[in-house]
């Protein structure tokens, strides 16, 4: 947690599982991602942005619904970012 509310998303990032897949599959390397430079998306306590822990099953907050494409496409991702639950609350 402290490193989330110290925003060290390069550090985060660099311990992410599926970029650590991308780093030794080849099959992975086929596949690109924008920077991550917000907190992990996943899992909040309902109706709020308090991360859920749970040290019994080894949850940990982490990034889900990413946004992935393939790197050979010429595509480029200049904003990669996410959406917080008090945004999506304002939307209903």
Same mark, same amino acid.
């Given at each position: 947690?402290?490193?989330?509310?110290?925003?060290? $998303?390069?550090? !985060?990032?660099?311990?992410?599982? &599926? &970029? %650590?897949?991308?780093? !030794?599959?080849?099959?992975? /390397? !086929?596949?690109?991602? /924008?920077?991550?430079?917000?907190? =992990?998306?996943? %899992?909040? #306590?309902?109706?709020? #942005?308090? $991360?859920? !822990?749970?040290?019994?099953?080894?949850?940990? =907050?982490?990034?889900?619904?990413?946004?992935? $494409?393939?790197?050979? %496409? /010429?595509?480029? #991702? =200049? $904003?990669?970012?996410?959406?917080?639950?008090? *945004?999506?609350? *304002?939307?209903?």
């Amino acid at each position: 947690m402290a490193l989330i509310e110290k925003k060290d $998303y390069t550090f !985060l990032a660099n311990n992410d599982q &599926l &970029l %650590k897949s991308k780093s !030794l599959d080849s099959d992975f /390397g !086929l596949i690109a991602e /924008g920077n991550i430079m917000f907190s =992990p998306t996943y %899992k909040f #306590n309902k109706g709020t #942005n308090d $991360y859920t !822990l749970n040290q019994v099953k080894n949850k940990i =907050p982490s990034y889900t619904d990413r946004i992935i $494409y393939s790197n050979n %496409k /010429g595509i480029e #991702n =200049p $904003y990669y970012n996410s959406i917080n639950n008090n *945004f999506v609350h *304002f939307l209903n």
